[in-house]
């Protein structure tokens, strides 16, 4: 018995185009902001104001990092094995020229902390204890000139020695090092178990048990009431400071243009009202909105913390916060009860209607799991009449799919092959014509689309697609070509990591600038 052939459609999607200054677009960040400017970009040049927190030395390589920046900073020649046109690199052409921001690095607002400090800090022999004093040496500094100093901070930087990377993260091991009494023992993790004298013993302290080990995590929950950050390593600004035995830099970085480029990038975003670029052509009335999922650490129920990431058309995003609750069902499944799952999708629907005067015409809800009837029924009930919401699940893959093509290089960013009306294979990653060359280290692999839930009419799989694509272009905390992930979830760990910090406990809805 002979079966007949299934026949599968394959897509062509081609690359996205953003808008910038004048409404122009192209497909590339650095092309639009080398010839036309960011999409807001002022008549004039706008000052901002920077504050730089870190070790003495870290505030200078910052200031000549800075003074660096607002100059031509050029792409290195191609070395023996590489092309001699590297479409994907580009020159800087200096901040003011690209952004049309500028500063002065003297005038900087530099609170000093001494690397002492820092390494006494974080050799307290319990990690949760060291890193939680690590966080303070920064946090306090920033708040103690928040509440002193008149002049207006747009965006702080923090810089980061070597040992804060090495040693304040989960599992660091510190070995080695000669370690620190503090208050607790080397191996307490979690909360003491003392029911019986629960009333009679002050457990404030342990407190820091709430959270992760994690400086990032914990400086951005810390912060999120107050402003925007940009976290910096010293090797990234003065790599040729910090060389090996051999006399090469300790850490491999990407070239000097490229790294100017992205912390330009992040610095224009977390100090603007509107992002660099936005998508171009997108339909009116449309809104994105990426669940987001993640265990609290040493919860004793098990307890999830819920978020929701909303991204308009307009490029940039907003961060709300969900209730906690028992919302893990299975392995990597994870659904919202009811009145969890209502009150969530209020909020970004009352903050769409503020900002645009009516409700979205198209929701599309992104996540990694799908949904149940009760959470489904309950996205429903809280959308307008008129709204249509619509239940993408976006998951990676991990090989079991790969298409290949005769040439060179592989498959073309942007080809989808279509399985029917609900699911298609996406290749977000690939051959990217326009740059002549595929940026990674192996065969791509897809996501994989399923378009599960639709409150009305489902909508053409080519239409989820395609806006799938253009999610994966508003990484606003670098200056590339593309992602790999739509945007929606591209960021979904890091969001999900600093709300289940305690100190983020009253972060209700806050910008999507202050999390990255």
């Known amino acids: 018995m002979q079966l007949p052939e299934r026949l599968l459609e394959v897509l062509y999607f081609p690359e996205p185009k953003l808008e910038f200054a004048f409404g122009q677009t192209t497909p590339h960040p650095k092309d639009g902001l080398f010839l036309y400017g960011p999409h807001g970009k002022a008549r004039k040049t706008r000052d901002i104001r920077i504050g730089v927190v870190g070790t003495p030395d870290g505030i200078n390589y910052f200031k000549s990092w800075a003074a660096e920046i607002k100059k031509r900073v050029d792409v290195p020649p191609p070395g023996k094995t590489e092309k001699k046109e590297r479409l994907h690199l580009a020159n800087f052409p200096g901040i003011e020229e690209a952004f049309g921001i500028t500063f002065n690095e003297n005038e900087f607002a530099a609170c000093p902390i001494e690397a002492k400090a820092i390494d006494e800090a974080s050799r307290i022999v319990n990690l949760h204890e060291a890193v939680k004093k690590v966080v303070r040496l920064y946090v306090s500094r920033i708040r103690k000139y928040q509440s002193n100093e008149e002049r207006v901070i747009d965006v702080w930087a ?254 073309v960013r942007g080809t989808a092959l279509v399985l029917d009306h609900r699911n298609a294979y996406l290749w977000t990653t690939g051959y990217a014509p326009q740059l002549d060359t595929y940026i990674g280290p192996e065969t791509p692999n897809p996501l994989f689309i399923s378009v599960l839930r639709s409150k009305k009419n489902l909508p053409d799989i080519k239409t989820v697609l395609s806006d799938i694509m253009g999610l994966t272009k508003i990484n606003y905390n670098s200056c590339n070509f593309n992602d790999g992930l739509p945007v929606t979830v591209r960021f979904a760990n890091i969001i999900g990591d600093v709300l289940t910090m305690g100190s983020a406990k009253g972060a209700d809805r806050q910008p999507f600038k202050f999390y990255i």
């Open 158 to 411: 923090l810089v980061v020695p070597e040992p804060i990377f090495e040693r304040c993260r989960p599992r660091a091991k510190r070995t080695g090092l000669p370690m620190v009494r503090g208050d607790f023992g080397k191996k307490q993790s979690q909360r003491s178990d003392l029911p019986l004298l629960g009333d009679l013993v002050d457990q404030t302290a342990e407190g820091i048990f709430d959270d992760a080990p994690d400086f990032h995590r914990q400086v951005k929950a810390e912060l999120l009431d107050l402003l925007p950050t940009q976290i910096l390593r010293e090797t990234t600004l003065a790599p040729m400071a910090f060389k090996n035995s051999a006399g090469y830099p300790i850490r491999r970085l990407q070239d000097r243009a490229t790294v100017a480029w992205n912390l330009a990038t992040g610095l224009y975003y977390k100090t603007q009202a509107a992002p660099p670029w936005k998508l171009a052509g997108i339909r009116p009335g449309v809104c994105y909105v990426g669940l987001v999922y993640k265990n609290l650490p040493n919860d004793p129920n098990d307890h999830v913390c819920c978020a929701a990431q909303m991204f308009l058309s307009e490029g940039d995003g907003v961060v709300f916060r969900g209730a906690n609750g028992p919302w893990k069902t299975a392995d990597y499944e994870y659904h919202l009860e009811p009145r969890a799952a209502r009150d969530l999708i209020d909020k970004v629907l009352a903050t769409y209607t503020d900002k645009h005067g009516s409700p979205p015409r198209e929701l599309f809800i992104h996540g990694r799991t799908s949904f149940s009837d009760d959470e489904w029924r309950a996205f429903e009930t809280a959308a307008h009449e008129d709204t249509n919401v619509v239940g993408v699940r976006i998951k990676s893959t991990r090989g079991d799919t790969k298409l290949f093509r005769d040439g060179d290089y592989p498959v």
